[in-house]
């Protein structure tokens, strides 16, 4: 089994960063590509970035030229450096395993929240 920990939220101004960080632990061997998703209230879950285990990154489009996703040597732990930061970035950030035998596995998240 994976356990991740998100850590590296808050409350940030509009135009400000902030770099959130996930840990995984466990069974890491089983670790594949790993993800960052949002969660804003009364919306539904949606993809922030995928970087896969040879560093390919995908993104969405509202945060694409703004946000990088990277991950640790070990390739246990995942980044995600947000810059240029709007208030409809404001949402729950979840870490996530996305392939392999954890695909599915979920953190606990972390709460941004940009002030205009």
């Known amino acids: 089994q994976v356990q991740l920990v998100e850590s590296g939220g808050g409350l940030v101004q509009a135009g400000g960063s902030l770099r959130l960080s996930c840990a995984a632990s466990?069974?890491?061997?089983?670790?594949?590509?790993m993800g960052w998703y949002r969660q804003s209230p009364g919306k539904q879950r949606e993809l922030v970035a995928i970087?896969?285990?040879?560093?390919?990154?995908n993104y969405a489009d509202s945060v694409k030229g703004r946000f990088t996703i990277s991950r640790g040597n070990a390739k246990k732990t995942v980044y995600l450096q947000m810059n240029s930061l709007k208030p409809e970035d404001t949402a729950v950030y979840y870490c996530?395993?996305?392939?392999?035998?954890?695909?599915?596995?979920w953190g606990k998240g972390t709460q941004v929240t940009v002030s205009s």
């Open positions: 996530t395993i996305v392939g392999g035998p954890a695909f599915g596995t």
């Open positions: 466990g069974s890491t061997f089983s670790i594949n590509a």
């Open positions: 970087i896969d285990s040879g560093g390919h990154t």
